[in-house]
T-cell receptor, first 112, second 113 residues
Framework: EAQVTQNPRYLITVTGKKLTVTCSQNMNHEYMSWYRQDPGLGLRQIYYSMNVEVTDKGDVPEGYKVSRKEKRNFPLILESPSPNQTSLYFC???????????FGQGTRLTVV | KQEVTQIPAALSVPEGENLVLNCSFTDSAIYNLQWFRQDPGKGLTSLLLIQSSQREQTSGRLNASLDKSSGRSTLYIAASQPGDSATYLCAAQNSGGYQKVTFGTGTKLQVIP
């Protein structure tokens, strides 16, 4: 089944403890991106990648890192999480930049 | 900077009614405009994608139109059903070297049986 898989689905962590949210797609898509969704602010793009080793900042990249070492995986790294990064995170992929996007089920992160 | 607005924020209609959801964007230099639905606690499901060169796309009871010159897109839902209840989001992808995606904040639709 074609899908975008995020792990974990739920995570509670403490301020400053590094964490990684994984994202994997099995559709050989080139374009992948990360979003956060907050009440009243909607979805905002954090980072995106147009292909392996090609990444760029979205609207809210501060406090996040990404890497794209292989086409299928696009992990989101929070080196030192803070409470303002408490949010619902989504990973998405599309075959190319200009094609239909497929979303993962989301990761609900709470930083205390 | 691209800004995407969706009005109204919430909409409640009786079953069977035809309805229109609106999406406006400030920067017309876009690759595409995509409509999604989001159910509570779930991810986003793509409904329709309109390329910048297209005027509209149709899928079943859904029809989406795009007018780049006026910075507007509409999603038309025919003969609404209770199963259509969800939040509908539009997203504009910028063209050029910086290909960000900007989402609107959504319209929460309730279809009453």
């Amino acid at each position: 089944e074609a899908q975008v898989t995020q792990n974990p689905r739920y995570l509670i962590t403490v301020t400053g403890k590094k964490l990684t949210v994984t994202c994997s797609q099995n559709m050989n898509h080139e374009y992948m991106s990360w979003y956060r969704q907050d009440p009243g602010l909607g979805l905002r793009q954090i980072y995106y990648s147009m292909n392996v080793e090609v990444t760029d900042k979205g609207d809210v990249p501060e406090g996040y890192k990404v890497s794209r070492k292989e086409k299928r995986n696009f992990p989101l790294i929070l080196e030192s999480p803070s409470p303002n990064q408490t949010s619902l995170y989504f990973c998405a992929s599309s075959l190319f930049t200009n094609t239909e996007a497929f979303f993962g089920q989301g990761t609900r992160l709470t930083v205390v | 900077k691209q800004e995407v607005t969706q009005i109204p924020a919430a909409l409640s209609v009786p079953e069977g009614e035809n309805l229109v959801l609106n999406c406006s964007f400030t920067d017309s230099a876009i690759y595409n405009l995509q409509w999604f639905r989001q159910d509570p606690g779930k991810g986003l499901t793509s409904l329709l994608l309109i390329q910048s060169s297209q005027r509209e796309q149709t899928s079943g009871r859904l029809n989406a139109s795009l007018d780049k010159s006026s910075g507007r897109s509409t999603l038309y839902i025919a003969a609404s059903q209770p199963g259509d209840s969800a939040t509908y989001l539009c997203a504009a992808q910028n063209s050029g070297g910086y290909q960000k995606v900007t989402f609107g904040t959504g319209t929460k639709l309730q279809v009453i049986p």
